[in-house]
């Protein structure tokens, strides 16, 4: 957060792209928002814009910002700008208004901790989709998320376990199962630091 100004922005990110070797990223993002006003948002995404004009990232996004936030971003960049919001999403935590807005303005929704640390892989509801289509909690929930239109990033330690969530493709969910999780939203959010916005 402290290398969001315009004198730290592009050097930091050039720090970066050396450690990496790379002469491009291919999506950049702004992690969090900031909760003040210490950097404007308009000086730190317009050095956002500038690392795509100059080649430094292909695509450029946004995370955690909420529907207001976005709003503001797209009022600075204009429509079409930003490729992507990356927001805690999974079926406890289905945050409709945030999707709803990006769906709406073509941004990319990528959801972060789809399983919810394991939580909703425990869920009765997840398991009873999982035995009837012979798969995986884990492939459900991934299903269902690319069912929803949404990119996800599941991690696991175990290479058994990514393997396996692969076969998440070919798990065809019915609108039964698809209305069975939209009901299992229950507001459970993990990601909540201290610096996070008011979320929606």
């Given amino acids: 957060m402290d290398k ?27 992690h969090w928002p900031l909760k ?13 814009k500038h690392a795509q004009d100059t080649g430094l990232a292909r695509h450029i ?3 955690n910002f909420t529907v207001a936030q976005m709003q503001q971003a ?20 289905q945050n409709r208004q945030v999707v709803d807005f990006c769906q709406q303005h073509n941004l990319i929704v990528t959801g972060y901790m789809p399983f919810a640390y394991g939580d909703v892989l425990k869920d009765g509801s997840i398991k009873h989709i999982a035995e009837k289509h012979q798969a995986t909690p884990a492939q459900v ?5 690319a ?10 330690t175990k290479k058994a376990n990514i ?6 493709v070919d798990v065809v969910l019915t609108d039964e199962d698809m209305v069975t999780i939209a009901n299992l939203d229950r507001g459970h959010r993990l990601a909540n630091p201290d610096f996070a916005p008011e979320w929606d």
Avoid: C, R
């Fill in 4 to 30: 969001l100004g315009k004198a730290s922005f592009i050097p930091s990110l050039d720090e970066s792209l050396k450690d990496l070797q790379l002469e491009q990223v291919d999506l950049l993002l702004i």
């Fill in 36 to 48: 003040d006003d210490a950097v404007p948002m308009e000086e730190y995404l317009k050095e956002l």
């Fill in 61 to 63: 996004g946004v995370s």
């Fill in 74 to 93: 797209i009022d600075i960049l204009g429509e079409g700008v930003l490729y992507t919001n990356q927001v805690e999403v999974h079926p406890y935590l």
């Fill in 141 to 145: 929930v991934l299903a269902w998320m």
């Fill in 147 to 156: 069912k929803s239109g949404f990119v996800t990033i599941p991690s696991s």
């Fill in 163 to 168: 393997e396996s969530n692969l076969g998440y």
